[in-house]
């Protein structure tokens, strides 16, 4: 067993930013609908869009009824069709005209992998209702497939609630709440008339409805279903558990390449997301066309109807940054889309340029500005009349240096224009898609230059890496000869197995403790690190387009993968300012450190990383003094480096408190593990 010695002394050196380990998040792997959004319905609005074709030649169409079936889906009983007549919003015009020719006739949701409900738990419909020849009740429906043996797959009810209990000519808003009488998993949500469904044994009695008629048409508009216990009756409660339990720093959204666009009419517009949600714009997601095949309207994947509800906007992102305690990063465009896939963009000199200008100046109003001001006074009618205290904005995402694209000159634009009005505003420019490129050497070469001229041009340039498990083991000293002029926001790294899509065993431990292995090094130098997230955050099981993740999620479970316990670690044992010290090795240096005081509670913190797959010990010096007794910690590890977490086994690495007792040798650390020691 490799023995080691940790010397401490207290003499402080680089202080640590508060909440400097934070959250990317980027609405890719259906993160947002499908994810922390708590709505389980598919296209309520009925204005989703198919993604056809492949990068650099593709075209989106109108798929207004995606999502949704006639019930029952055999024979003529109920037929749908859009209806753009006198719609809710004019801004979404669409919505379904519904016909029947018999009861318990009606419309069913895909919702995913179907509806899943749990024993005893509330749920909220809403949904917007107008008849044209029907003024009886409708009803709300949860159904289970089940084949009994020698028989053919038959629907049987869970629940039927009453959504209205008579229908009106002009469009109302209705709502009904219910609890769920037992587990559902891939059930179907059925909006019907006439009478309630029974499964023929008295579970539920069927209702004779005088009123019924042989033929009836109605139509709906803005359906949902929610969990009550949605925070904020917005975000999906386990998931948003999950990130408050982090007490992440700073939250940067609403993405990477989202926020550019496929192409600029697809791009993400903050404009578009806030205000009453009937009126809010949607559009598709520029990863909806990741896995297409072919060319032009071809298009072979599964995916292509991934959609933009925008049911969380940028109201909602700001609410969400209050609720876990992060200060918002908004990420804004500056005219170009996505660069990797095209060269579609404004010219810099065009009046066009200029309104991307404006929308974040326009931005910052809305997050910050009076009740008195355009902007202030819609967050106020949102309601919160109060600023939400922005301080941080990005400048272009992952954008890079050439003759054409001009990207420097827009982030001076940029820069210029903010803060010829909101000096205060701390602004992050880009060092471009990577850190071995000369766009990365370019652009830390202009930034510095413009620094030299004024101090204000740029807080911090966002630096991504997405590298092998060797390359995080290998760079922990990378930031240690950075010059200190400008600071590093370290916006996205993970630690990659392989670039292959087997999605299941990317976030493995191995991996995890690479990262927290190069963290040691992030943390070391934070007079220049000052931010520092993963990335992406979020994916759906089954749903993926980009593997690693940090925390995964199905229709019933969200989970933190084992590098999700490694920033969580980081996140809550940061501490004020990192301590001289001293780790004894030899050559292979395969044990990391990194040393910080908490002046808040007095501790000590410590950081022990062990790569090696063999358990190391190690006695700890803290001014000279070797310390004996019982030490309570909290270490991530597990099985070995290949030790995964997954829906059937969420915690086989998580952060565990565990007792470290004295050899003879030292402590002892595990293989493959992070350790975290708080000393009073």
């Known amino acids: 067993m490799l023995n080691l010695k940790l010397e401490i002394q207290n003499v402080e050196q680089a202080n640590i930013n508060p909440g400097m380990f934070g959250l990317f998040y980027e609405d890719i792997n259906y993160a947002c609908d499908g994810g922390i959004s708590a709505q389980m319905l598919e296209n309520g609005f009925f204005e989703f869009r198919e993604a056809l074709g492949t990068w650099g030649a593709f075209s989106d169409r109108e798929d207004g009824l995606y999502g949704w079936l006639p019930y029952p889906t055999k024979g003529d009983g109920a037929k749908m069709t859009l209806g753009t007549t006198e719609p809710v919003s004019e801004r979404n015009p669409h919505y379904l005209h519904l016909e029947t020719s018999d009861t318990q006739n009606g419309v069913v949701n895909k919702a995913y992998d179907g509806v899943s409900l749990k024993a005893g738990e509330t749920y909220i419909v809403e949904a917007y209702l107008r008849s044209r020849d029907y003024a009886g009740p409708v009803y709300v429906s949860l159904l289970e497939t089940r084949k009994k043996e020698g028989e053919r797959s038959k629907d049987y009810p869970v629940l039927s609630v009453v959504l209205s209990a008579s229908v009106e000519t002009s469009w109302k808003k209705c709502t009904v709440s219910f609890e769920s009488p037992a587990d559902v998993r891939h059930g179907k949500f059925v909006i019907s008339l006439g009478e309630p469904f029974s499964d023929g044994a008295g579970t539920l009695k069927a209702v004779s409805i005088a009123n019924t008629c042989p033929s009836h048409s109605l139509e709906l508009d803005f359906i949902s279903l929610k969990p009550a216990d949605a925070v904020m009756g917005v975000f999906r409660k386990d998931i948003t558990d999950l990130l408050k339990g982090m007490k992440p720093g700073f939250l940067r959204f609403p993405g990477g390449c989202i926020v550019e666009g496929a192409k600029l009419s697809n791009r993400y517009l903050w404009k578009n997301t806030v205000g009453k949600r009937e009126d809010r714009i949607r559009t598709f997601n520029r990863w909806a066309l990741h896995f297409n095949q072919g060319e032009g309207d071809f298009a072979v994947n599964r995916f292509s109807h991934y959609n933009q509800s925008f049911d969380i906007g940028y109201y909602e992102y700001f609410l969400l940054c209050e609720y876990i305690g992060a200060k918002p990063l908004p990420v804004q465009n500056v005219g170009i889309a996505c660069q990797y896939q095209t060269d579609q963009k404004v010219p810099v000199d065009s009046p066009d340029f200029m309104e991307f200008v404006q929308d974040t100046l326009d931005l910052i109003e809305f997050a910050n500005g009076p009740v008195t001001s355009k902007w202030g006074a819609l967050r106020a009618e949102m309601g919160h009349p109060d600023s939400f205290g922005l301080e941080l904005l990005g400048i272009g995402n992952e954008q890079w240096e050439t003759a054409d694209v001009q990207f420097f000159e827009r982030y001076r634009i940029f820069e210029e224009k903010i803060h010829e009005k909101y000096p205060e505003i701390r602004l992050i420019g880009s060092a471009g898609p990577d850190v071995t490129s000369e766009h990365y050497t370019d652009a830390w070469a202009y930034y510095r230059e413009k620094i030299g001229q004024n101090p204000n041009f740029a807080y911090a340039?966002?630096?991504?890496?997405?590298?092998?498990?060797?390359?995080?083991?290998?760079?922990?000293?990378?930031?240690?000869?950075?010059?200190?002029?400008?600071?590093?926001?370290?916006?996205?790294?993970?630690?990659?197995?392989?670039?292959?899509?087997?999605?299941?065993?990317k976030n493995c431990l191995d991996a995890a403790i690479s990262e927290a292995a190069f963290l040691t090094g992030v943390q070391r130098n934070s007079d220049v690190v000052v931010m520092a997230s993963y990335a992406p955050l979020f994916a759906r099981v089954g749903y993926t387009q980009w593997s690693p993740n940090l925390i995964w999620f199905d229709d019933r479970i969200a989970y933190g993968s084992p590098n999700y316990y490694i920033q969580k670690l980081y996140a809550l044992n940061a501490g004020d300012v990192n301590l001289d010290s001293r780790l004894e090795q030899g050559e292979e240096n395969t044990v990391y450190q990194v040393v910080s005081l908490d002046k808040t509670t007095g501790e000590t913190i410590i950081k022990l990383v062990n790569g090696n797959p063999d358990g190391v010990s190690v006695d700890i010096?803290?001014?000279?003094?070797?310390?004996?007794?019982?030490?309570?910690?909290?270490?991530?590890?597990?099985e070995n480096g290949t030790t995964v977490n997954s829906v059937e086994e969420p915690e086989n690495v998580c952060d565990r408190q565990v007792t470290l007792i004295h050899t003879d040798k030292g402590y002892i650390l595990p293989g493959l593990s992070m350790t975290v020691i708080r000393i009073k």
């Open 621 to 638: 010096e803290l001014e000279g003094n070797t310390l004996t007794q019982v030490l309570p910690a909290t270490i991530v590890t597990g």
């Open 461 to 505: 340039l966002d630096e991504h890496y997405y590298n092998s498990i060797p390359w995080f083991y290998e760079n922990n000293h990378f930031y240690d000869d950075y010059r200190r002029d400008i600071k590093v926001f370290a916006g996205e790294y993970a630690a990659h197995t392989s670039w292959e899509d087997d999605h299941d065993v």
